[in-house]
Structures are given as C-alpha cells and as structure tokens.
C-alpha cells in the first residue's frame, strides 16, 4: 500500500491529480496516445497499428517454473482456463463515459497479436514458432507475443523461468489480487502433481477446437465475467464462469493449506459472492449513477481501502 499513497503524494505536488481504478479510460480521452517515449520506433508501430485499443491497464501476474517443458505445460492449462482470470477481475465496463456492454472492454477490444498462436507442445516448438512470426514480420520482437498467457524469462524465447497471465484487468483491491494469484499457484501445484490436467492430452477437443473454445470463453468472459456461460475445456460440457471457479477452488483448496498460503486463496469466496468491480459499478448504474458518480465513488474507495488496508494487510493475512 505504501507505494501507492507516495503515488498519490507525488500525483498532488504536481498538480490536481489522482488515481483511477479500473483498466481503460472510462471517462474520457481515449482518441488521444501520449507517449512516454516518443523516439521509440517499436512504439510508433503500436501507435500506427493498434491505435488507442493498447491504452489501458492492466495486471500482469507471474508464477516461476525453470523446467522450460514443465513451463510450457503450465502455459497449456493457464491458456486455456485465462477466461476465469479475466471473470474474476474484469474492472472496465465504461469507456469515454459510456456503458459499453463489456465487462472488460480492455479484453474486448485489445488486439491479441499474432491471431494466431499453438498452444506450444513443447520449448522447441516455441522456440521455432517465434523465431518464424518475427521473420515473417507478425512480431516485430520477442515482446510483441499478446496473448492471455505467455512464458516469459530474461532471453527470451531461449532461457525462460516464468508464467506470465496477461488477461486479467486491474484490479486495485490487494486482497482480490492476492486470491487470484493464489488460485492460479494452486491449480498449478495441482497440474505439477497431476500432469494429466494437459490439455493436450486430457480434452475431447482437436488442437485447432480447443483454440477456438478459447477464444470464444475469452470472448464470453469479457462480455458476461462472472456470469458468462462457458464451455469446459475437457468434456466440453457448458459451465458458468462462477460455478467453473468454484468446483476449482473445490480441488486446490487443499494444495494451498498443505503449501501454506490458503489464508491467500480464501477471500476468492468473497469475490465469487459479491462480483468483481464491474459488476458493482454495473450494478450502481443500473440504479441510476452514471459513469462518472460511479467512478468517482470508487476513487474514493480505493484511496480509503488504502488507509484501512496499510498497516494490517500482512498481520492479518499471515496471522
């Protein structure tokens, strides 16, 4: 929490400036791309290609895995369970003051790079797939991989040591952030512990099917979140995002007592009970704040959620 309020210090000596939950520009302002780094071709490519659909924010969370098959196997079942991520923190139903019918606009509209991308069956495979997208000019480096999920590491994509879930939006309560990420550290454990949780081995779907149920969760995730009706990546059969988080939050609940962070894991319950923060500022608008009332109140929120959260998140967590 500290690094936020000496944020918010730093935001006031500057001017009348403050932080705005969620993770696009929901009031306003989004033909406009300013640059930090205006002299950076790869940014002037982004900005000539994509336009204003990568000004958004967002939470980037990452678990390390060193064994680069293990990882890429860890890749596989993250890729296509990301749809859950994106339900559980979707943060951005407004854009310009509007209600777009998104629950995560952000998702709805970034534009996923390369189109399309394997679930990688092994490092090599990875390895020559992005060597032959950037040769081919549908990267222009290691970076330009947007995907929900990615493996990431200091040479990539050689030496590799990381996790890394793009999908999710921000999400601005540390408590949420915590529960999540450990949703993800647990399922993880429980593939390590149970490698037929591949989805290359393990779904009744062919590679390409099971590429194209992916998109079309991410796709329902963004629209509905929490809400939005899914379809298993194993049997196939149709789930409720809520109800498909639950029965796995039923199966690592155990994993994360035996590793000792299930006190993290535990206020996912809460999360699945009262909705993500776009759909408790749906939920305001409905009752007839628009936009910007919603938003407002929620700065205001965040900033007292810091005050109450600064001196007792990690007693309180680790008691």
Known sequence: MRPRQQLRKFL?????YTLIPGSTLSLGGSDDFYRSDPHN????????????KVVTASVHINIGIDDPELLMQACR???????LYLALS??????DS??????????GLFPQTPTNVPLFTSHAHHIEWVEAQIAAGTMQNVRHLWTSVRPNGDRRPYDLNRVELRICDLVTNPISLLAITALIEARLWQLLENPGLDPLTNSIFSHSKLLEVTKNNEIAAATSSL????????DGR???????????????????KQKGFSCFLSPLAKLLREGNEAQQWLRLNSC????????TYAQVAMAEQELELEDKLCPSLLA
């Open 77 to 83: 079942l993250v890729r296509v369970e990301a749809p």
């Open 288 to 295: 007839g704040f628009d936009p910007r009332q919603v938003i």
């Open 238 to 256: 149709s789930i409720v995002a809520r109800d498909w988080i639950e029965e796995i939050y039923a199966q690592v609940w155990g994993i994360s």
């Open 12 to 16: 006031q000596r500057v001017g009348n």
């Open 90 to 95: 979707a943060s951005s139903p407004f854009l």
């Open 41 to 52: 071709p790869y940014h002037t490519y982004i900005e000539q290609t994509y336009g204003t």
């Open 227 to 234: 809400d939005a009706p899914l379809t298993h990546w194993q």
């Open 98 to 107: 509007r209600v777009t019918g998104y629950h995560s606009t952000r998702w």
